[in-house]
């Protein structure tokens, strides 16, 4: 036990250093100005309730909202298809060029989002996708085949290869095989990937940010902004509204954790 105690003071110190900030923003945005000058870490007096509508109503966060939600979904089901196939291509067939392929592929996984932004606001620009949720759609679709390929080549390729050739002899082809037989056995890995892309593009700030001038068309990170400009001098206000981002995406990551640490250590384990 107190070999171990070392190990159990730096866990608790990270549950800290990770909890106090969303502990802080939540009590803020229940407070009053007044309140929150008096002392961050009080309770407030009477939860003021009032600045969650603000900043749902004013600040047009039930907009930004839904926008956000189109486009997590939008890139979420492509992004899960195409790395099933993808992935189980590279871990089923050879063919020539194979290696080389993929390696180009994985570069997604070098290569920044920042790099490739401004090339992607000249690329909307010219298809004339520039403010609309398209412009968030597409491209976040095509910088998620990087990992999901990868993860999803490990998941299949872990698969044992006498599953698969009974089913040949079943007279199942490679379409039947991958959906019917291949997802299902790799479900733990779907749902790591699943619950991954769907954080990633909730909180995705840099690419709304540039492809998207219009706040009609904007996301929940990227709304925010445009609200503390707004509302600067109202912070319990600008609170509510990060409470509004974080708090979907942090229950989302409850419901499914117990999935996405499956998926991973099937993967550490195979691996």
Not at 67 to 88: D, E, K, Q
Not at 96 to 112: H, T
Not at 125 to 133: A, C, Q, R, V
Not at 234 to 251: L, Q, S, W
């Amino acid at each position: 036990m107190l070999k171990r105690l070392p190990v159990y003071i730096l866990l608790l110190l990270g549950v800290v250093i990770a909890v106090v900030p969303f502990l802080i923003t939540i009590l803020a945005s229940l407070k009053t100005t007044v309140e929150l000058v008096q002392g961050v870490f009080l309770l407030p007096e009477e939860p003021q309730w009032e600045n969650y509508r603000r900043a749902w109503v004013d600040g047009n966060f039930a907009r930004f909202f839904v926008n956000s939600l189109v486009v997590a979904f939008g890139v979420l089901i492509p992004s899960i298809i195409f790395s099933c196939m993808a992935g189980y291509a590279f871990a089923r067939y050879r063919f020539r060029g194979q290696s080389a392929i993929f390696v180009y592929l994985l570069l997604g996984l070098v290569v920044p989002l920042q790099a490739l932004v401004i090339p992607l606001f000249y690329m909307m620009n010219e298809i004339g996708l520039l403010d609309s949720l398209w412009a968030l759609i597409l491209p976040q679709i095509a910088l998620s085949m990087s990992f999901g390929t990868l993860l999803m080549r490990e998941a299949f390729s872990s698969v044992p290869k006498e599953i698969v050739e009974a089913s040949v002899l079943d007279g199942a082809g490679s379409w039947r095989i991958l959906w019917e037989i291949m997802f299902p056995l790799a479900r733990p890995f779907v749902g790591t990937l699943s619950l991954m892309f769907f954080i990633w593009t909730w909180n995705e700030f840099l690419l709304p940010l540039v492809v998207n001038i219009d706040p009609a068309y904007q996301t929940l990170p990227v709304g925010l902004l445009y609200f503390q400009q707004r509302w600067t001098s109202d912070i319990p206000v600008i609170a509510a509204g990060a409470t509004i981002i974080f708090v979907p995406i942090t229950i989302v990551f409850l419901i499914f954790q117990r999935q996405m640490i499956e998926g991973l250590t099937q993967g550490a384990i195979k691996g």
